[in-house]
């Protein structure tokens, strides 16, 4: 049992020392750190937040928030500091601009079209249909 133990903690400790722990100052930063590292996206990693990547950037991103916190900064002038290096791209929700409309409304426009070609199938597949398939009987 102890071996097993010992092993799951040695599978495991890279988890455990993924998220450096921070001195904050009380609670409320900590809450507010953890809320401004969800809301940005890590760089390098598939759609992950930098709360849960384990990549150096994101740990290196997160020691700079929280550096900034400590300065004073706002967390919009901590959003722009990263946007200002690594783009809108960084942000999960990024701005509604000409440079992110195919983010905004690309999904939108994706499922109109397709829509519309459903659409223009069966009513093709329907006009189609010889008279007799559509129901309509022979009168004598």
């Not at 809301?39 to 709360?51: D, G, I």
């Not at 990549?55 to 946007?83: C, N, S, W, Y």
């Not at 905004?104 to 329907?126: E, I, Q």
């Amino acid at each position: 049992m102890r071996v097993v133990a010992l092993l799951a903690m040695a599978l495991f400790a890279h988890v455990a020392l993924a998220i450096e722990p921070l001195p904050f100052k009380d609670e409320a930063e900590q809450v507010r750190f953890q809320r401004l590292v969800a809301e940005l996206r890590c760089t390098v990693c598939q759609n992950q937040n930098l709360a849960d990547s384990n990549a150096p950037l994101a740990k290196d991103l997160r020691l700079r928030v929280f550096e900034k916190m400590q300065q004073g900064r706002t967390d919009a002038e901590i959003k722009q500091f990263l946007v200002e290096r690594y783009g809108d791209f960084v942000l999960y929700r990024p701005p509604v601009k000409p440079q992110t409309w195919l983010l905004w409304f690309g999904p939108a426009v994706v499922v109109l079209v397709g829509a519309g070609l459903v659409f223009a199938s069966v009513r093709r597949r329907a006009r189609a249909l010889p008279v007799d398939a559509k129901g309509i009987e022979d009168s004598p």
